[in-house]
């Protein structure tokens, strides 16, 4: 079974300072992917950036970028720049890939940390 | 691309009583999600269904709840004899087999917020 940690209820953050939302994952599949969403007051789910288990290199995504360490585990999301529209839940989350990768599962959530930017 | 539609938005029903959600997905996503999200917690998987297939059911899920996809397009999600603690926002999700190479992100719509009384 796939489970996603985030730790940190809350983050503050300055604005234009950077900031990491940090997230571990377990899974026993060999291949599966990250991503990270972020919801707003408003509601809605927004995908903002994915890391294959596979892939060589850190995913970036203009001011978003994921610091994957497979052996610990872990999928940070590193936000640059902070804006005051950052503010909001954010979401990591793991989908399993199967049958070599050319199907897909479901996508398992983390708890979420909440990151405010103040001005 | 108009989006997943979900409705209704809003919900407010009596304990007992049985509710209907509907979801409209992506036109050409094959693949259909809901989810069930509490306050200030992530988005709990209910079920997914592959066209009208019904892939994958949450063992957690009661047998009060029962989600259908007839046509392979739009989804119904049943919650017979509603309890209050089935008070939560219900979200639908979609996404293609094989979009935008192996990403394939889920595309949320905005939920049904659901409060029992």
């Known amino acids: 079974a796939q489970k996603i940690t985030q730790t940190q209820p809350g983050m503050f953050v300055q604005e234009k300072e950077a900031v990491t939302l940090d997230c571990t994952y377990d899974t026993s599949d060999p291949s599966y992917g990250l991503f990270w969403y972020k919801q707003p007051s408003s509601g809605e789910m927004i995908f903002l950036i994915y890391q294959g288990s596979y892939d060589q290199q850190n995913a970036t995504e203009g001011r978003y970028s994921l610091n994957f360490q497979k052996a610990r585990k872990s999928a940070n999301l590193v936000i640059s720049a902070s804006q005051l529209g950052d503010s909001a839940m954010y979401f990591c989350?793991?989908?399993?890939?199967?049958?070599?990768?050319?199907?897909?599962?479901?996508?398992?959530f983390g708890q979420g940390t909440i990151l405010t930017v103040h001005p | 691309d108009t989006g997943v539609s979900q409705d209704p938005r809003h919900k407010i029903t009596k304990r007992g009583q049985n509710v209907t959600f509907r979801c409209d997905p992506i036109s050409e996503h094959n693949r259909l999600y809901w989810y069930r999200q509490t306050l200030g917690q992530g988005p709990e998987f209910l079920t997914y269904?592959?066209?009208?297939?019904?892939?994958?059911k949450s063992r957690l899920l009661s047998d009060r709840f029962s989600a259908e996809r007839p046509k392979g397009s739009f989804s119904t999600l049943e919650i017979q004899r509603t309890e209050q603690g089935d008070s939560a926002m219900y979200l639908c999700?979609?996404?293609?087999?094989?979009?935008?190479?192996?990403?394939?992100?889920?595309?949320f719509g905005n939920g049904t917020r659901l409060t029992v009384t």
């Open positions: 269904f592959q066209n009208e297939a019904q892939l994958e």
């Open positions: 999700a979609s996404s293609p087999l094989r979009g935008q190479g192996k990403v394939s992100p889920l595309h």
């Open positions: 989350a793991m989908r399993e890939d199967l049958a070599g990768g050319t199907s897909y599962g479901k996508l398992t």
